[in-house]
């Protein structure tokens, strides 16, 4: 099978915390599929990004029998492949493409004023500055509301536990939900930890993922 051929031959590399690649990490973990989670110290990572090791100069990247791939949504489509997770139909699988470039859309705002100078807006000040503030508020009251509201929607249109309106989750559940509970964390300051509250379905699908048992074994072991 796809899942047997590609056992033992990827390496994920990322740093020891949920981030980027808990997504790809728990869609593996929930499949079965075998990786090898090389958690970087930032002087490892360095180290890879000056040796050119990395095709976009960051991580997550995977090691396939030794080709590494970049970016997460690449990164999960390939995982969704091997593992049954990613629809086979193409209309199904370009809703579950729209959903994960929703995601993009969602966390651009919150990845520019976090990573000001990577992405040019250095002008912004640091994140502690007055118009990072002025900048975290708009996206809380006025960006994150929107989106929020279009996920709603899809999950009720949908009418089923997930996303894309699957009986089972794909890999849009899984890339999704460990942004949203990021933000539910209060991990970001000036983005409200009860953002979540008026959203029912999205809290009831968070849940429900959480109680996945490979998820929560995953989670007890890494993210107690």
Same mark, same amino acid.
């Given at each position: 099978?796809? &899942? /047997?051929?590609?056992? +033992?031959? &990827?390496?994920?590399?990322?740093? +020891?915390?949920?981030?980027?690649?808990?997504?790809?990490?728990?869609?593996?973990?929930?499949?079965?599929?075998?990786? @090898?989670?090389?958690?970087?110290?930032?002087?490892?990572?360095? *180290?890879?990004?000056?040796?050119?090791?990395?095709?976009?100069?960051?991580?997550?990247?995977?090691?396939?029998?030794?080709? #590494?791939?970049?970016?997460?949504?690449? #990164?999960?489509?390939?995982?969704?492949? #091997?593992?049954?997770?990613?629809?086979? =139909?193409?209309?199904?699988?370009?809703?579950?493409?729209?959903?994960?470039? !929703?995601?993009?859309?969602?966390?651009?705002?919150?990845?520019?004023?976090?990573?000001?100078?990577?992405?040019?807006? *250095?002008?912004?000040?640091? !994140?502690?500055? *007055? /118009?990072?503030?002025?900048?975290?508020?708009?996206?809380? +009251?006025?960006?994150?509301?929107?989106?929020?509201?279009?996920? @709603?929607?899809?999950?009720?249109?949908?009418?089923?536990?997930?996303?894309?309106?699957?009986?089972?989750?794909? #890999?849009?559940?899984?890339? &999704?939900?460990?942004?949203? /509970?990021?933000?539910? +964390?209060?991990?970001?300051?000036?983005? =409200?930890?009860?953002? &979540?509250?008026?959203?029912?379905?999205?809290?009831?699908?968070?849940?429900?993922?959480?109680?996945?048992?490979?998820?929560? @074994?995953?989670?007890?072991?890494?993210? /107690?």
């Amino acid at each position: 099978s796809p &899942l /047997q051929m590609a056992a +033992d031959q &990827l390496k994920l590399y990322y740093f +020891d915390f949920p981030g980027k690649a808990e997504c790809i990490r728990l869609a593996c973990a929930y499949s079965g599929l075998k990786f @090898e989670d090389v958690r970087l110290t930032r002087e490892q990572f360095m *180290e890879m990004k000056t040796s050119g090791a990395l095709p976009y100069g960051q991580v997550p990247a995977l090691s396939v029998n030794g080709k #590494i791939l970049g970016q997460t949504s690449s #990164i999960m489509r390939y995982i969704g492949k #091997i593992t049954g997770l990613y629809p086979t =139909d193409p209309i199904k699988a370009a809703l579950v493409d729209s959903i994960l470039d !929703e995601e993009a859309d969602m966390f651009a705002s919150i990845g520019v004023s976090k990573y000001q100078e990577r992405f040019g807006f *250095e002008l912004l000040g640091g !994140e502690d500055s *007055e /118009q990072t503030k002025t900048v975290r508020k708009s996206i809380n +009251d006025n960006v994150l509301p929107r989106h929020l509201a279009f996920l @709603e929607r899809l999950i009720t249109e949908g009418g089923t536990d997930w996303f894309a309106g699957t009986p089972t989750p794909t #890999i849009a559940d899984f890339v &999704l939900v460990p942004r949203l /509970q990021w933000l539910a +964390d209060g991990a970001v300051a000036g983005i =409200d930890a009860k953002c &979540l509250d008026s959203y029912p379905k999205i809290k009831n699908l968070i849940a429900t993922f959480s109680a996945l048992p490979q998820v929560a @074994e995953w989670n007890k072991k890494f993210n /107690q």
